[in-house]
């Protein structure tokens, strides 16, 4: 039976907080009480949708048991693990506020300070993202978060200090106008950004707890490559020629010239060529040159086929059109 929270009190919820977990039995309680305790608080219709990312422990279970009780709540439970972005965007379609709260369980953020974030998001920013001070996981998992958020600082020019801190609160439309695949969750803030949305970050608690560190050297290559993804699809997804052009010109021209010099020197007799692995490198760096802009030359044919179904402007606003 539904405790007093009715299902009228959630109708139109105002807020939706969007929490992924994978396998945290001990702590979903703890997560449940803080983060209803404290919109409650807030003074805001809310709803709040827990996403059971394939747990094999007993995360499932304990996050019925409170659905049954709380009207507010819903429970999703993917069939295997599919990921923070996939579960997002299946969040997202669930819920139904205007504002959206996202965390990931796995971070242990106190969501207590959430209101901090809600209040920024109010200043006039489309997007707040939280920023874990202090940090409580370990010194390795510090590292290496300090070094990707350097990295991906300097690429951007958005001047946030914890990109991937797994907490952030936004508008709804922002959320729908980003595509969420893969570990592109890590890369909201920048996606939006890119939208023209205003972005801000806010400081917020971090529990103490176990975490999960990042050791093995797959993860770190799998970020690099996530960095480079962000880049292309902010910059080039609609012109990739622009970037594949760019980059197999300088190897035709590199490749260009090695073999011109080596066609001189065998003109002027200076010896011979046949056998030299610089031939085999200026050959080599040709092909990659020309299928590199004949792969760019591809994706151009592609995008402008769909272009019609494709919308990469975003507008804000509107004034004096009547939509008759």
Do not use: C
């Not at 396998?23 to 805001?44: F, H, K, P, W």
């Not at 592109?184 to 560190?213: C, D, H, M, W």
């Not at 770190?220 to 012109?239: E, M, P």
Request: charged content about 20%.
């Amino acid at each position: 039976m539904k405790s007093q929270h009715t299902t009228e009190s959630v109708k139109f919820p105002k807020i939706s907080a969007i929490v992924t977990l994978l396998n945290l039995e001990d702590s979903v309680e703890q997560i449940y009480s803080s983060l209803s305790q404290t919109l409650e608080a807030y003074g805001e219709d809310f709803e709040i949708v827990f996403i059971d990312d394939g747990s094999v422990d007993g995360t499932f279970t304990k996050l019925s048991q409170i659905a049954d009780k709380d009207a507010r709540t819903k429970v999703i439970k993917m069939r295997s693990t599919f990921g923070e972005a996939s579960a997002v965007d299946a969040g997202l379609k669930a819920t139904r506020g205007d504002i959206i709260i996202y965390f990931t369980g796995r971070v242990r953020i106190d969501p207590k300070d959430i209101p901090a974030l809600l209040q920024k998001l109010k200043a006039g920013n489309d997007l707040v993202i939280g920023w874990r001070s202090p940090r409580r996981d370990s010194r390795l998992n510090q590292v290496v978060s300090k070094l990707f958020n350097y990295i991906v600082r300097n690429i951007s020019k958005l001047k946030l200090h914890d990109v991937n801190s797994g907490i952030l609160v936004t508008k709804r439309s922002v959320l729908e106008r980003i595509p969420l695949y893969g570990n592109l969750n890590n890369f909201i803030p920048l996606l939006a950004s890119r939208q023209g949305y205003n972005v801000a970050e806010e400081k917020i608690g971090q529990l103490a707890g176990t975490f999960r560190q990042s050791r093995y050297v797959k993860e770190y290559l799998q970020r690099f490559l996530d960095i480079i993804t962000v880049i292309f699809l902010s910059n080039y997804s609609k012109k990739p020629l622009h970037f594949l052009g760019f980059v197999g010109a300088i190897f035709v021209i590199v490749g260009l010239g090695i073999n011109i010099y080596l066609f001189i020197y065998r003109i002027f007799q200076f010896g011979g060529i046949a056998g030299r692995p610089l031939l085999l490198l200026g050959v080599l760096l040709l092909m990659i040159g020309i299928q590199m802009i004949s792969i760019g030359l591809i994706g151009e044919m592609i995008i402008f086929t769909h272009a019609g179904e494709i919308k990469e402007y975003n507008i804000e606003k509107i004034i004096g059109y009547s939509g008759e």
